[in-house]
Nanobody, 123 residues
């Protein structure tokens, strides 16, 4: 499975941005897709996830400002609203062939990753 992110760029604080992730075809009906980011000096963290039942899950730090969605099995989105400078990071999409777990989104559970797209928020 191949994943490719797009839509990153520079935005001012308070602005919005939409990230996309194109996913190559796969034969499984059950899946969990997620967005992660890695602020320099920190561990990669899960931002949001959505599974094949369309159940969503968000990190507390982004609830109410970031919104995850998908188009079938081929495209994953992350809408970033009212962004803050601390959101600056490369953002990665990933997929696992199981339903998403509840709570913090575990990095090791995801075997397939995109190369990332950079989001830079200026104050």
């Amino acid at each position: 499975v191949q994943l490719v992110e797009s839509g990153g760029g520079s935005v001012q604080a308070g602005g919005s941005l939409r990230l996309s992730c194109a996913v190559s075809p796969f034969p499984y009906a059950t899946f969990c897709m997620a967005w992660f980011r890695q602020v320099p000096g920190l561990e990669r963290e899960g931002v949001a996830s959505i599974d094949s039942n369309s159940r969503t899950n968000y990190a507390d730090s982004v609830k109410g400002r970031f919104f995850i969605s998908k188009s079938g099995k081929t495209t994953l989105y992350l809408q970033l609203e009212n962004v803050k400078p601390e959101a600056t990071a490369p953002y990665y999409c990933a997929i696992d062939f199981a339903l998403c777990t509840v709570g913090p989104i575990p990095v090791p559970d995801f075997p397939y990753w995109g190369p990332g797209t950079q989001v830079t928020v200026s104050s």
